[in-house]
């Protein structure tokens, strides 16, 4: 009921505007209620499961093989998946082979799909800004991967704006390039940015839209073909995005839309050879992928992210709300989330613990606040706790126990929000470090507090992380800001009094940093290093020196 409540106040403040595109177009006449769509969020159950199809060469396809998919808050079967088995790839490998490796557009092949892809995105984003669209994507996000109404409408909400932000002439000035004066006349030489050709995007469950779509049409915008294979749990949440985009004016041709195991599509990646494959996800499948495929990949894999409050307390009840998002929002099922936090001894004199606590306990299931967790489960999770709890020093503050009076299945998690304070010198001690520092993509963190003259301690403990992808750090303190960041390295790091560790929003890049094969998205910079690499053109055509001869051999 709340949702349905949130989702009537949204519908109601949401901006009525229309482009001209859209004139004849009546929203509420659809069947569905949006023209492009082929299930109803509502209906979706045991008895009317909905079903997820292929896209290659241009034409959806479903074959022989269906995956159930489980409702993550009932157990119902309530999804069918057509997946693609190994011996059913070869028309996926066909379709990437039909695209040469200069793409499908580059600054000197078919510059008009800029043009195209600019207006694509300014009908798309602008479908998404619509109240009916906007509430049909975040209804179907939360039927798959549950999270509150308005982290799934948060999603919509940034996928929307990329689209428009990348608008009209804003694709092709993505493909800007320059030029430099040569040695003589007639010569000069312009780089440009190139496309790879053929490519592949594979994205997680935990943002089923937002994800996929950012890099999918940043593959686009620099000329590529992509493969795109979403985790099949959420994975129908992609496929109504892909048919909104074919209504938008997108050629069904340009992308493919797979939906496999993951041997299959590792197989299909060997056999299909695309020339740069972007995969989001753990770091044990991405260091494989990187293996298998020589070095052709971008990534973005897991996030073990810490934030440090500093020696400046300021704004208690905020920060500590803060902290509550960013550990326990989507159910902590977020890359960012916080999964480790150091106080300072200022603020261990604090209430701050105990105002977290009371934030903590405020999430519920009827809300989607707390919910399943879809890739570890409740006995996985109290297990990691109890290892910890064996660790001298170290105890339970809040949360560590199982969910109560609900029907997710066994197979996903289900436990409160949890936070595990192990004493600094202990997370330092190489029998426990590794074990500490295992990233829980649940609601599940890590507490330890330090005093002024271990911050060295605490540099030591981040030095040794592996992945390095965002971080917080609480202070307004110019001199602690300038050493922490002076000695890390994660690429999305917030500084400040209000830095949090998660949010990817449209405006900013969103990525990891220390390792050549980081990833990012969102943004020009992001989408060039990604899809696109440099091409230098040197241009030499004369004239030659009057009365020229030919001169000796060197």
């Known amino acids: 009921m709340n949702r349905i409540l949130v989702s009537r ?53 479903n074959t022989n093989r269906w995956n159930t998919i489980l409702d993550p808050l009932n157990g119902e079967p309530f999804i069918r998946v057509c997946e693609v088995d190994e011996t059913g790839i070869q028309p996926f490998v066909e379709s990437l082979s039909k695209c040469p490796k200069h793409g499908l557009h580059n600054p000197f092949k078919a510059p008009e799909r800029y043009l195209m892809l600019g207006d694509i995105s300014a009908k798309a984003g602008h479908m998404l800004s619509l109240p009916k669209v906007s509430d049909f994507f975040t209804r179907l996000i939360q039927r798959v991967a549950p999270k509150s109404y308005h982290q799934a409408s948060g ?52 943002f089923p839209l937002e994800i996929p779509v950012l890099q999918l049409m940043g593959a686009l915008y620099m000329g590529n073909k992509p493969v795109l294979k979403v985790d099949s749990k959420v994975s129908i949440v992609m496929e109504q995005m892909m048919r909104l985009l074919h209504y938008c004016g997108l050629p069904t041709e340009d992308v493919d839309f797979i939906n496999s195991d993951g041997q299959a599509m590792n197989k299909l990646l060997l056999e299909g050879n695309p020339r740069m494959t972007l995969f989001t996800g753990s770091s044990r499948v991405a260091d494989k992928l990187a293996g298998d495929l020589k070095g052709r990949v971008k990534l973005e894999d897991a996030g073990f992210d810490w934030k440090i409050l500093g020696p400046d307390v300021h704004e208690e009840d905020y920060v500590a709300w803060v902290c509550d998002q960013d550990a326990y929002a989507c159910s902590g099922q977020k890359c960012s989330a916080q999964s480790m936090l150091f106080i ?34 409740t006995e996985a999770m109290l297990e990691h706790k109890n290892k910890l ?40 001690k190489d029998k426990n470090y590794e074990l500490v520092t ?34 917080a750090v609480v202070s307004n303190d110019p001199l602690f ?36 094969r980081g990833a990012g998205i969102g943004t020009p910079e992001a989408i060039k290093l990604v899809w696109s690499c ?21």
Do not use: C
């Not at 300072?344 to 934030?359: A, I, R, V």
């Not at 199982?402 to 010198?425: C, D, K, Q, R």
């Not at 009365?547 to 051999?553: D, E, M, R, V």
């Open 344 to 377: 300072h001894e200022n603020w261990s004199k604090t209430s701050l613990l105990s105002k977290m606590k009371d934030l903590a306990e405020r999430r519920n299931l009827e809300d989607l606040t707390i919910g399943p967790v879809l890739t570890f489960t």
């Open 534 to 554: 440099h091409r230098e053109i040197i241009y030499d055509v004369g004239p030659l020196p009057k009365q020229w001869k030919t001169p000796p051999s060197t």
């Open 9 to 61: 106040q949204l519908r109601a403040r949401a901006p009525q505007t229309a482009l001209s595109w859209f004139t004849s177009l009546n929203i509420s006449r659809s069947i569905h209620g949006v023209p492009f769509a082929t299930v109803e969020v509502e209906e979706i159950s045991g008895s009317q499961p909905a079903e997820v199809l292929n896209l290659v060469q241009g034409k959806w396809k």
């Open 438 to 471: 295992r990233e829980i993509f649940g609601p599940f963190q890590i507490v330890t507090d330090y005093k002024n003259d271990q911050l060295p301690l605490v540099l030591d403990a981040l030095e040794r992380m592996h992945a390095h992808l965002t971080a």
């Open 155 to 206: 999603e919509v909400y940034v996928t929307q704006k990329f689209l428009e932000n990348f608008s009209s002439d804003q694709v092709r000035f993505l493909a800007r390039s320059f030029g430099v004066p040569g040695n003589h006349l007639g010569q000069q030489s312009h780089g440009f940015r190139w496309p790879y050709g053929p490519v592949a995007i594979i994205t997680p469950f935990n």
């Open 389 to 428: 709890l064996q660790i001298p020093g170290s105890k339970v503050l809040f949360g560590g126990e199982p969910l109560t009076n609900h029907s997710i299945p066994p197979v996903y998690g289900a436990i409160e929000p949890t936070a595990i304070f192990v004493p600094l010198e202990e997370i330092l």
């Open 481 to 516: 800001l300038q050493e922490v960041i002076g000695n890390t390295v994660n690429g999305t790091t917030y500084a400040g009094l209000r830095a949090r560790t998660t949010g990817a929003p449209q405006n900013h890049w969103f990525g990891p940093a220390g390792d050549p």
